[in-house]
């Protein structure tokens, strides 16, 4: 069993920045790949990063705005948003897979998400 905690979200104006965190416990991630989602209400959840060992993998929509990245001795993943819109005003959540997926049913385990709002 992974156990995975999100945090950092907030409120931040547009153009603004922020950075997720994922911790993790019950299992080093080291092995797993690691995804970032996200959900509005009355919307499916949506995929927006993923990283594997090295390889970095992004939704259309934030790809050259936001940043996955891993550290396996904090057993830690984050995602750094820059250039906020307010289209990313959602509820995100970093999950864990042991297979490379952007689907979220790929994906075992959950963080229980951490809310980002951009104000325009």
């Known amino acids: 069993q992974v156990q995975l905690v999100d945090s950092g979200g907030g409120l931040v104006q547009a153009g603004g920045s922020l950075r997720l965190s994922c911790a993790a416990s019950?299992?080093?991630?080291?092995?797993?790949?690691m995804g970032w989602f996200r959900q509005v209400p009355g919307k499916e959840r949506e995929f927006v990063a993923a990283i594997a060992w090295s390889s970095a993998f992004y939704a259309d929509s934030v790809k050259g705005r936001f940043t996955i990245s891993r550290d396996n001795a904090k057993n830690t993943v984050y995602l750094q948003m820059n250039s906020l819109k307010p289209e990313d005003t959602a509820i995100y959540y970093c999950?864990?897979?042991?297979?490379?997926?952007?689907?979220?049913?790929?994906?075992?385990?959950w963080g229980q998400g951490t809310q980002v709002t951009v104000s325009s």
């Open positions: 019950g299992r080093y991630i080291s092995t797993y790949y």
């Open positions: 999950a864990a897979s042991k297979k490379a997926a952007t689907m979220s049913y790929d994906y075992d385990y």
